[in-house]
């Protein structure tokens, strides 16, 4: 009984596997029999590692390659929940996600077993087995195994979030105090919707904590789909970073134009909650302050008006805009320029605002993608109007007192 189950499950992989094709989902060559009829092994591209023992393996990757990771794991999970027959595929997991390449890392998905394709006309999966999958790493809606349950791609969402915080926090667990926590409390855990917030050495919390909250809501229906979570801040690189910081400067002004300022004191209002009132100036570098001391704001003219006002995110925003683009001359007199304060490399004047400010990018995002937002993320032709391409209003909800 139990061969005939195996037996079934290889050839659901297998018909998977033939179906898709994507860089990050792991490719099939082919598969043998042992006897007629019956699957002995399908070929699979060799990896190198899985994806839990290749955190072992290293406890100092860098911010950039842990993300590149989340990102291809992210862009595989996308690629089965839009394919032409959707695919859910229901036991992600660290061992299920493997990992190509030594210094280009590539990570794919695998294990293709409990996989199910969503049919035409159909929104999930009606299953008599609801709780298949691996224990720690299912959803709420899994564990449950009410008989007949609808299985929707949100069950994936939902581990991708598991995943994403295990390769954040080395190897923790988002529901269990520690590593050796048993299963069953970890169960316990998620089906009381009691996570444990663990430190991220790499990451700031601002960074990731609001979106794994939304992903592991207890409501399927209310986590984000893989191709919103695609486009979260959490996968960007420096430069889209800076240049979303760019472009709420731009919209800014857009609105200035029309002396329009409701959404900037409500912005001001939101950060003024997180930061506890606190000046941003206290954060920057000493030469950093001494730049910003004799530095001023420019207006749209290029002209030199008032001082920045230190608890306005809106001046933050200002200030790094111009320290960038506008004409340090008047800074000190001239004593200082921008690659003397922020470096000359490339990116190295983004990465300096963005190391200091890690709230600044993901706050931003969550403020604007909220739906009283998107109406003046439309205006104008706003160089906004892309970063919410595809996301639903309030797809990302937050919370402002932080």
């Not at 060559?29 to 699957?39: N, S, Y």
């Not at 298949?132 to 349950?149: F, H, N, R, V």
């Not at 002396?259 to 030469?287: E, Y």
Request: glycine share 4%.
């Amino acid at each position: 009984m139990q061969e005939d189950s195996i037996e079934k499950e290889k050839w659901k992989e297998l018909d998977i596997l033939q179906e898709v094709e994507h860089p990050n989902i792991v490719r099939y060559f082919g598969f043998e029999f042992d006897e007629p009829k019956r699957l002995y092994a399908i070929i699979l591209e060799l990896a190198d590692t899985d994806l839990d023992k290749w955190l072992k393996q290293d406890s100092n990757k860098t911010k950039t390659l842990l993300k590149s990771v989340i990102v291809d794991i992210s862009r595989g999970l996308n690629a089965l929940h839009t394919w032409k027959t959707p695919i859910v595929h229901r036991d992600l997991k660290p061992s299920n996600i493997l990992i190509f390449g030594g210094t280009d890392v590539v990570a794919k998905l695998a294990d293709f077993g409990l996989s199910r394709i969503v049919l035409p006309n159909k929104t999930g999966i009606t299953t008599q087995n609801p709780g298949l999958g691996t224990s720690g790493w299912m959803s709420p809606e899994q564990i449950k195994g009410s008989d007949a349950l609808k299985l929707t791609p949100a069950v994936d969402v939902f581990s991708f979030g598991l995943v994403v915080n295990f390769i954040l926090t080395e190897r923790k667990h988002l529901y269990a105090k520690s590593q050796s926590e048993p299963d069953t409390m970890i169960l316990l855990n998620i089906l009381q919707d009691q996570r444990v917030w663990h430190e991220s050495p790499q990451f700031s919390h601002f960074e990731f904590e609001e979106l794994l909250k939304c992903v592991t809501n207890k409501d399927p229906n209310k986590r984000p789909r893989m191709q919103e979570i695609t486009r979260h801040p959490l996968m960007w690189d420096i430069e889209k970073s800076f240049q979303f910081i760019e472009a709420v400067r731009t919209s800014l002004y857009l609105e200035k134009d029309l002396h329009d300022f409701s959404w900037q004191i409500m912005l001001n209002d939101s950060f003024n909650k997180i930061w506890g009132g606190a000046a941003w100036d206290s954060r920057l570098c000493p030469i950093g302050k001494k730049y910003l001391d004799g530095a001023q704001r420019v207006d749209k003219d290029n002209k030199r008006s008032r001082k920045y006002g230190f608890i306005y995110v809106s001046d933050l925003i200002e200030f790094i805009y111009d320290s960038r683009y506008v004409s340090s001359s008047s800074a000190n007199n001239g004593e200082l320029n921008t690659s003397k304060v922020f470096g000359d490399q490339e990116l190295s004047h983004a990465k300096y605002f963005l190391e200091l400010f890690p709230e600044l990018v993901p706050r931003l995002f969550e403020f604007l993608q909220q739906e009283q937002f998107r109406e003046l993320v439309a205006k104008h032709s706003s160089p906004l109007e892309s970063y919410f391409k595809c996301i639903r209003p309030d797809a990302f909800t937050f919370n402002l007192e932080g």
